[in-house]
């Protein structure tokens, strides 16, 4: 299933993350952002669950602000699993 995130306090705007029906990554995209290390934080996420990847990314900081766009992904996956 294919989801979609609008984000906060990120470059990016928006994550849409396709998850398969055992919670596992098949593919991550962002709009916005630093396109060259959203590519790579997608391609190395891809093939895990979503747990896995929370675990790994939440919390993850910007400099000074509160957020990133991987602890973005994390509050999106947070919500993939409320709905799968």
Do not use: H
């Amino acid at each position: 299933m294919t989801y979609s995130y609008k984000t906060t306090g990120t470059c990016s705007r928006e994550i849409v993350v396709d998850v398969d029906e055992n919670g596992v990554l098949k593919d991550v995209k962002f709009a916005g952002g630093c396109n060259g290390n959203l590519q790579g934080i997608a391609r190395l996420v891809r093939g895990l669950k979503i747990d896995e990847v929370i675990e790994k990314l939440e919390g993850v900081k910007c400099g000074p602000r509160p957020t990133s766009c991987p602890d973005q992904l994390a509050r999106a996956l947070k919500e993939v699993k409320e709905k799968i």
